[in-house]
T-cell receptor, first 111, second 116 residues
């Protein structure tokens, strides 16, 4: 069953602007990950944040995690047209288990 | 990063035929692989967990006789859609993980199945 719910469902911005996507989940998690999917392609792992972490950075990506609110956000700074893709959060429970993906945010970055 | 190869990328078939999709881990041994189905503009739906040397674990509502999974080696899992019908048309994606502690998944490029 789907656990993550991203919002917004779609986001359209101009190059150079920042893009923020949010993810909410329902049950306790071990890790939360963000993946990117270009149209018609597989998913690519972007960043993982553990349940005991609150913020993590990777290049132009910044992820926050609030376990009390069961939510996470992905910020892409100084967006580029090449960032156009769908972005999914994925959670897993305690121990090794399957990932549960959210519905995704479709990001369109216009030149 | 780890590479997972999925083949074919696209297949068009007639109703009633069977289609086999392959998923290979190219630079690591994959004891477990996952098969997902994705409808247009929707999220990934886990269909089954493929375990090397044992039977696959199917998610609720997924017909195991319809979607046959074989994981005969540590680098190859196959999904066969048997007697395909138009409603089976979808995007199928496989994934596997190399680091159990992190549970980061590496995905194949997906297979677009169109059943006429």
């Amino acid at each position: 069953s789907q656990q993550g719910e991203e919002d917004p469902q779609a986001l359209s911005i101009q190059e150079g602007e920042n893009a923020t996507m949010n993810c909410s989940y329902k049950t306790s998690i071990n890790n939360l990950q963000w993946y990117r999917q270009n149209s018609g392609r597989g998913l690519v792992h972007l960043i993982l944040i553990r349940s005991n972490e609150r913020e993590k950075h990777s290049g132009r990506l910044r992820v926050t995690l609030d376990t009390s609110k069961k939510s996470s956000s992905l910020l892409i700074t100084a967006s580029r047209a090449a960032d156009t893709a769908s972005y999914f959060c994925a959670t897993d429970g305690s121990g090794y288990s399957t990932l549960t993906f959210g519905k995704g945010t479709m990001l369109l970055v216009s030149p | 990063g780890a590479v997972v190869s999925q083949h074919p990328s696209r297949v068009i078939c007639k109703s009633g035929t069977s289609v086999k999709i392959e998923c290979r881990s190219l630079d690591f041994q994959a004891t477990t692989m996952f098969w997902y189905r994705q409808f247009p503009k929707q999220s990934l739906m886990l269909m089954a967990t493929s375990n090397e040397g044992s039977k696959a674990t199917y998610e609720q509502g997924v017909e195991k006789d319809k979607f046959l999974i074989n994981h005969a080696s540590l680098t190859l899992s196959t999904l066969t859609v048997t007697s395909a019908h138009p409603e089976d048309s979808s995007f199928y994606i496989c994934s596997s993980g190399r680091d159990l502690a992190k549970n980061i998944q590496y995905f194949g490029a997906g297979t677009r199945l169109s059943v006429l």
